[in-house]
């Protein structure tokens, strides 16, 4: 990636030439590269696409500069780290032709090895990089098998924990399984109970609603009965309340002037319904009266000339 070496300036403005120039630059570092990946042939080609133009937008200007300076920034990381990583593995190339010379020297190279040794070795090799260790020395195999161990541990705990969730998890589902069940029968049983009440509850209305309609027609034959009355008696509409009151007042007061009229009659129902017997009474009645105050005449008389008083 050759076109990490250039910087773009993020103080340049969108539309000045310099930033289509560095655009341009970039752009053209990327179909060298291109080409230079798939053959020299297409390379003008390529390189006359990825252009920006006579007339490039200042937006599209913008959007290419920060795509560019996006992908400087990931080519130089990765610059970066591929220096780093060819330099261990020089080292470990390095490291691996010594260990190689000093076995050969020692008579260990690996084809003069017999198979039952070469087995063994590859085995250990096998182990060294199952536990994740670079040399053959028992402390580093006895660190990897205790690191080994605790991590055994540490899946084994969490394998217990992860049954005892799961057994809580399975006797809770149990019993979930449990009370639904009881719920279900009951619902069952609110269903069956709710049933029969409806039933009764709509024998009730029946029975009620027969009776309102006898109620019905026995209050509208009182009504027609009323009506009928009250059309006997001259019964109209502008007989109101008040008119009823100011009537009754006025039979008050014709009561109360006919009581001493009525009285004086009453004093003569006793006469015979005849003239002359009326007046035979009369003279009968007025000679008692005359007997009587000539009786008391006398007691009086009798008592003023009696000596003792």
Do not use: C
């Not at 084809?111 to 096998?126: F, G, T």
Request: zero cysteines; glycine letters at 6%.
């Amino acid at each position: 990636m050759d076109h990490t070496a250039e910087h773009l300036d993020p103080a340049a403005p969108a539309s000045a030439p310099a930033s289509v120039a560095e655009v341009n630059a970039w752009l053209a570092s990327l179909a060298a590269e291109g080409g230079g990946v798939g053959g020299r042939g297409g390379g003008g080609a390529v390189a006359s696409e990825l252009s920006l133009g006579p007339d490039p937008t200042p937006r599209g200007v913008s959007y290419l500069r920060a795509l560019a300076a996006a992908s400087q920034a990931r080519s130089r990381a990765a610059g970066i780290a591929a220096t780093g990583l060819r330099a261990q593995a020089a080292e470990y190339r390095a490291e691996a032709a010594r260990l190689r010379e000093a076995l050969e020297r020692a008579g260990l190279a690996r084809d003069a090895l017999p198979p039952p040794a070469a087995s063994a070795a590859r085995a250990v090799a096998a182990v060294a990089n199952l536990l994740a260790i670079r040399d053959t020395e028992t402390s580093s195999f006895v660190v990897a098998s205790a690191d080994l161990w605790l991590r055994r541990a540490e899946v084994e705990e969490k394998r217990d924990k992860v049954h005892k969730e799961s057994k809580a998890l399975l006797d809770y589902t149990r019993k979930a399984i449990t009370k639904l069940t009881e719920l279900k029968k009951m619902l069952e049983k609110f269903k069956n109970d709710v049933e029969k009440q409806q039933v009764e509850q709509m024998t009730d209305w029946q029975t009620k609603l027969a009776m309102m309609d006898s109620k019905e027609r026995q209050y509208v034959l009182q009504v027609s009965n009323y009506k009928a009355m009250l059309n006997r008696v001259g019964y109209t509409p502008e007989v109101n309340h008040g008119v009823l009151m100011e009537m009754a007042e006025h039979k008050k007061d014709l009561e109360r002037k006919t009581k001493p009229i009525a009285d004086t009659l009453r004093s003569y129902q006793d006469l015979p319904p005849d003239k002359a017997l009326a007046a035979l009474a009369i003279e009968d009645k007025k000679r008692q009266y005359a007997a009587a105050e000539k009786y008391l005449e006398d007691v009086l008389q009798s008592a003023l000339t009696t000596p003792g008083l």
